[in-house]
Nanobody, 121 residues
Framework: QVPLVESGGGLVQAGGSLRLSCAAS????????VDWHRQAPGKQRELVAR???????IIADSVKGRFTISRDNGKNTVYLQMNSLKPEDTAAYYC???????????????WGQGTQVTVSS
C-alpha cells in the first residue's frame, strides 16, 4: 500500500493563503498523477487541480489564477498553494494519487484522509 498524509488545512480569513501538502510513502516506482479534490457540505466532490508526469497541470476554472499545484519528486509530495481564498473555497480537501508500486509495478490509486479548509468572511 501507499500511505498518504495530508496537511496544511485550517481556518483563514478571506483573502488569505494556505498551502496543502500531500505526502506519499511506501514502495513507489512512479507517481503518474496527483489530484486535489474538494467537497463542501451538501455538494458533490469536485476536482480542483491535477498534476501529471512531466508536470503538466490542470486547474479548475473556479480557482484558476488563485490556486497552483506543484510537486517535489524527491519527497513524493504534492502541494496545493491557495491564495486569495474565498468563503466558497470552504471544504474538505482530498488528495488522490495514482501510480505504480516499486515491488511489482502494480497500479495504485489511493486517497488521503482529507484536510479541512475554512475561509471566514
Amino acid at each position: 500500500q501507499v500511505p498518504l498524509v495530508e496537511s496544511g488545512g485550517g481556518l483563514v480569513q478571506a483573502g488569505g493563503s494556505l498551502r496543502l501538502s500531500c505526502a506519499a510513502s511506501g514502495s513507489i516506482f512512479r507517481i503518474n498523477a496527483v489530484d486535489w479534490h474538494r467537497q463542501a457540505p451538501g455538494k458533490q466532490r469536485e476536482l480542483v487541480a491535477r498534476i501529471i508526469t512531466g508536470d503538466s497541470t490542470i486547474i479548475a476554472d473556479s480557482v484558476k489564477g488563485r490556486f497552483t499545484i506543484s510537486r517535489d519528486n524527491g519527497k513524493n509530495t504534492v502541494y496545493l498553494q491557495m491564495n486569495s481564498l474565498k468563503p466558497e473555497d470552504t471544504a474538505a480537501y482530498y488528495c488522490n494519487v495514482q501510480g505504480l508500486t516499486a515491488i511489482d509495478r502494480a497500479y495504485f490509486n489511493v486517497w488521503g484522509q482529507g484536510t479541512q479548509v475554512t475561509v471566514s468572511s
